[in-house]
C-alpha cells in the first residue's frame, strides 16, 4: 500500500519513546476559579506550582486530594528529527496530531495558547490537528484544566501524551459489534468515523484473523501489505466528504471459532484491523481484538452462545461506574471473564453538551460502545446515576428509563441491559 510512516513521538518523557514521565516534567496546581482563562499563557508566573509523576490522577499526589479540579502545564521541545519530518511535510496530504488519554475526565485543552476542544472521558483518545501549531518552533506549552467528573476512581495508567501523523483521512472512532454467531458462520457490524482534509475516494480494508494468525494485527506494521486472505476478508470504496463521515459495513467469518466464558470452552479471540487507503496508499490504520460470541437473556437467565448458565446474572463481575482501561478488558477476554459494565448518565460529565435527556443518554450509550464493545467479555450493560448525584436511577417503566434503554439498544442491540446491583465482592474499580 505504501503507507504513510505513522512516526509517534511521546511525551511521556524527555526523551520520546514510551517510558513514563518523570516527576517535574508536569506542573499542576490547584484550580480556582476563572484560572482556565489564563493557564495557557505563556508568560504565567509558575511559581508555586508543584510537579507530578501522575499528571491525570491528582488526587493521589500529597495536598490534592480534595481538589475537584487542577491546572496542568508541560513544556517540551521537539526532536530534531521531528522538525525535519514537519518541515518535509507541509502539505495537506500529510496531517499532524496530538493525541491525550488519561489527563481526565472533563477538561479543555491547549497547545501554545491556542485552543484545542474538551476532553471527555479518560480512556478516551482524544485527537487534535496540531500541525500549523507545531511548525511554530521548537519549543512548545501544553496547558490542561482538568476536573474527575462524577466519579473518582484511582486508575492504574498514567496519562499518555504523543504527537502522531496520518494521511488525508483519520480514522476516529471504532465500534465492532458480533451481531450474528455460530459454529457455521459469524457477522460483525463495523461501524466507523473517518476524518477526511477533503473529498476523496478511498479503500477501507477490513479483516478479521484469529489472533494467532500470522496476519493478524497487519495494520499495526508501517510496511504493511495486504495478503489474499480470503474469508474475514472485507472490502469497500466510499467517497470520503471533507470533515467527518460516518461509514458502516459487515463482516462474514465462515466457521468461526467461538468465545466462551471459563469453564465453559475456549477462550478463542480475533483481531480486527481496518485500514483507510488514499490513492493506493495507507492513510491511518486501526487494530481492535475481539471474540466471537453472542449474549442474551433466556427464560430470565443469562445465556452464552445460546447456552444458559446455571449461575446465571451471578456471573457477571460487575464493572461500577467508569470506563475501564483497555487492557483490563483484554484482561478479561484472555481469563474467560464475564462483565456487567455500568454506563454512568449523569449530565455533569457531558458538560457543554445539550441538556436534553435524550441526546445525553446517546452519547453516553454512543461512548460505551466505541470503548468496550467489540470485547467478548463485556455481558451486560447495567445504566444508573453515580453516587451522590441528585438524581434518581430509572425506575422502570418511567419515561426516563425508556429513554435512556432505547439509547443503549440503539448504540448496542447485541447485549441485554440489566437491573442488577452490585453484590459485595463484585464491585470492581480496575
Known amino acids: ?23 517535574g516534567d508536569w506542573l499542576v496546581r490547584a484550580a480556582e476559579h476563572g484560572e482556565w482563562r489564563t493557564v495557557a499563557d505563556r508568560a504565567l508566573d509558575e511559581r508555586g506550582w508543584e510537579t507530578t509523576a501522575n499528571p491525570g490522577r491528582w488526587w493521589l499526589d500529597p495536598g490534592f486530594g480534595d481538589e475537584p479540579g487542577v491546572l496542568y502545564r508541560r513544556h517540551f521541545d521537539l526532536p530534531a528529527d521531528l522538525t525535519l519530518q514537519l518541515d518535509a511535510d507541509a502539505h495537506p496530504e500529510v496531517r499532524w496530531w496530538l493525541v491525550a488519554s488519561g489527563l481526565c475526565e472533563l477538561g479543555h ?3 501554545d495558547g491556542a485552543y484545542l476542544g474538551d476532553l471527555r472521558g479518560r480512556h478516551i483518545e482524544h485527537a487534535f490537528e496540531v500541525g500549523h501549531l507545531l511548525r511554530g518552533g521548537s519549543e512548545h506549552l501544553i496547558a490542561v484544566e482538568g476536573s474527575h467528573g462524577a466519579v473518582r476512581v484511582p486508575q492504574s495508567e498514567n496519562a499518555q501524551v504523543w504527537i502522531s501523523r496520518t494521511g488525508p483521512a483519520r480514522i476516529e472512532r471504532v ?19 473517518v476524518d477526511s482534509a477533503g473529498t476523496h475516494r478511498c479503500e477501507v480494508t477490513t479483516t478479521v484473523l484469529p489472533a494467532d494468525d500470522p496476519d493478524a494485527g ?82 430470565g437467565r443469562l445465556a452464552v452462545n445460546g447456552e444458559p448458565r446455571r449461575d446465571g446474572f451471578d456471573a457477571l463481575r460487575v464493572i ?39 441526546a445525553l443518554a ?52 447485541t447485549r441485554p441491559q440489566t437491573q442488577i446491583r452490585p453484590k459485595a465482592g463484585l464491585g470492581q474499580h480496575p
Open 1 to 23: 500500500m505504501g503507507p504513510v510512516d505513522p512516526y509517534v513521538w511521546s511525551l511521556a518523557s524527555a526523551a520520546g519513546g514510551d517510558a513514563q514521565a518523570p516527576a
Open 109 to 111: 485543552f491547549w497547545l
Open 320 to 358: 461500577e461506574h467508569e470506563l475501564s482501561h483497555p487492557s483490563f478488558y483484554e484482561s478479561a477476554n484472555t481469563d474467560g471473564r464475564l462483565l456487567c459494565q455500568q454506563v454512568t448518565l449523569d449530565p455533569s460529565v457531558f458538560t457543554g453538551a445539550e441538556r436534553g435527556l435524550r
Open 218 to 299: 497487519w495494520s499495526q506494521d508501517a510496511t504493511r501489505q495486504v495478503a489474499s486472505l480470503g474469508d474475514g476478508l472485507a472490502l469497500s470504496e466510499p467517497v470520503l466528504a471533507r470533515g467527518r463521515n460516518e461509514l458502516e459495513w459487515l463482516v462474514a467469518l465462515e466457521r468461526p471459532s467461538l468465545w466462551w466464558p471459563a469453564g465453559l470452552g475456549d477462550q478463542a479471540l480475533y483481531c480486527i484491523d481496518i485500514d483507510v487507503a488514499i490513492d493506493g496508499r495507507s492513510s491511518h490504520a486501526v487494530r481492535l481484538p475481539t471474540g466471537i460470541r453472542t449474549v442474551s437473556i433466556r427464560r
Open 175 to 193: 465500534r465492532a459489534l458480533v451481531i450474528e454467531a455460530s459454529p457455521d458462520r459469524a457477522v460483525l457490524r463495523i461501524a466507523a468515523t
Open 362 to 413: 446517546a452519547q453516553a450509550a454512543a461512548a460505551a460502545a466505541d470503548h468496550a464493545g467489540h470485547h467478548p467479555s463485556i455481558a451486560a450493560w447495567q445504566l444508573v446515576h453515580p453516587p451522590g448525584s441528585r438524581r434518581r436511577a430509572p425506575r422502570r417503566g418511567s419515561w426516563t428509563d425508556r429513554t435512556v434503554r432505547q439509547a443503549m439498544q440503539a448504540a448496542d442491540p
